[in-house]
C-alpha cells in the first residue's frame, strides 16, 4: 500500500462530508425564498437572517473541506 | 502547488527570526491605501454635502443602520468605529484576488489574528456591560452543569470565525490556481466568470458574514 495514494483517497472519502452542508443551505436558502413568497415587505431582514443561517450551516462542510485539503497538500 | 503564501524576506532579532510573508506586504499595502483614500476622501466636507460626501455618507449610514438595528443605539458610538473599520480592511484583503495578488486572507494567521480581536471585542463588551461577576455568573445559565459547554463556547466561537473565513479564501485561491493550470495557455474567456464568483462575490458575502456575526456574538454575550 501506498500512503501518498492512501492519503489521496483518504481526501476523496473526507470530501463526501460536503453533502450535508449542501442540503443544509439549500433548505435554508429555500426557506427563506418561501418566507419572502409570502411577506415581500420583510425581503432585508429574511436576507439577512438567511445569510447568517447559511453561514452557520455552510461552516460544518467547510471542516470536511479542510481534512480534504491538509490530507492533498500537507500530508 | 503550494498553499502558505510566499515569503519575501526575513530578519533576525536575538537568535529569533522572523520571515514576512507576503500576506503581511499586503496588509501594508492595504493599509496605506485606505489611509490616503480616508484623507483624499474626507476633504472639504461640508454642510451642503457634494457627490463625493454624498455617497461617504451613505456608507457610513449603512454601517450606523447595522449596529443600530442589531446591537441597539446605545452600542452606536463605541461600535461603528471598530466594526467600519473591521469591515472595510477584510473587504480590501478579500479583494486583491481581482488584481492578480492572492488575498491576505487565505493566510491562517491573518484570520486567526482577526478572531482573536473579535474574540476580546466580544467577551470585553459583555464584562464592561454586565460586570465581571454578572459575566461570571452568565457562564453559569442556565444552570450550573453547563459551565464545562459555555466555557467551550467561548473557544469554539472564534475558532469558528477565524476557520470560515480562512477556509473559504483558501478554497478560492486553490481553485483559480487549478483553472489555470488546467488551461495553461488557453485561459481567455473561461476563468472570468470564475473570478467573478470566488474574488468578489464570496469575498463580500464572507466580509459581511464575519462582520456580522460579530456582531450577533457580541449581542448573544451581552445578553447572557
Redesign the interface.
Known amino acids: 500500500m501506498d500512503p501518498i495514494g492512501m492519503a489521496f483517497l483518504g481526501a476523496g472519502v473526507a470530501a463526501v462530508g460536503v453533502l450535508g452542508g449542501g442540503i443544509g443551505v439549500g433548505i435554508v436558502g429555500g426557506k427563506a425564498v418561501e418566507a419572502i413568497a409570502r411577506q415581500p415587505e420583510a425581503k432585508g431582514d429574511i436576507m439577512s437572517t438567511m445569510i447568517i443561517g447559511i453561514a452557520f450551516a455552510e461552516v460544518t462542510s467547510l471542516y470536511a473541506l479542510i481534512v480534504s485539503i491538509l490530507l492533498l497538500f500537507v500530508v | ?1 503550494h ?1 502558505s503564501p510566499p515569503e519575501v524576506f526575513q530578519f533576525t532579532i536575538s537568535n529569533q527570526t522572523y520571515s514576512v510573508t507576503m500576506s503581511i506586504i499586503m496588509q501594508w499595502v492595504i493599509m496605506a491605501v485606505i489611509i490616503a483614500l480616508v484623507l483624499l476622501l474626507t476633504r472639504n466636507l461640508g454642510k451642503i454635502p457634494s457627490k463625493r460626501q454624498t455617497v461617504i455618507e451613505m456608507f457610513v449610514n449603512m454601517f450606523n443602520k447595522l449596529i443600530g438595528e442589531n446591537l441597539g443605539e446605545s452600542y452606536k458610538k463605541r461600535f461603528v468605529p471598530f466594526i467600519g473599520t473591521l469591515g472595510i480592511f477584510i473587504g480590501f484583503m478579500n479583494l486583491t484576488g481581482l488584481i492578480g495578488f492572492a488575498p491576505s486572507t487565505r493566510d491562517i494567521n491573518v484570520t486567526a489574528t482577526l478572531a482573536i480581536i473579535a474574540a476580546v471585542v466580544i467577551n470585553g463588551t459583555a464584562i464592561i456591560r454586565n460586570g465581571m461577576g454578572g459575566y461570571l455568573h452568565g457562564l453559569t445559565k442556565p444552570f450550573a452543569f453547563i459551565l464545562p459547554m459555555n466555557i467551550i463556547e467561548k473557544v469554539t466561537v472564534p475558532l ?1 470565525l477565524c ?2 473565513l480562512f ?2 479564501m ?2 478560492g485561491v ?1 481553485f483559480m490556481e487549478l483553472t489555470y493550470m488546467a488551461l495553461g495557455y488557453f485561459a481567455f474567456i473561461i476563468p472570468i466568470p470564475l473570478h467573478f464568483f470566488f474574488d468578489l462575490f464570496v469575498a463580500l ?1 464572507q466580509t ?2 464575519f462582520v ?2 460579530t456582531v ?1 456574538f457580541t449581542k448573544t454575550s451581552v445578553e447572557e
Open positions: 502547488m498553499i469558528s476557520l470560515r477556509i473559504n483558501l478554497v486553490i458575502i459581511y458574514v456580522m456575526l450577533v
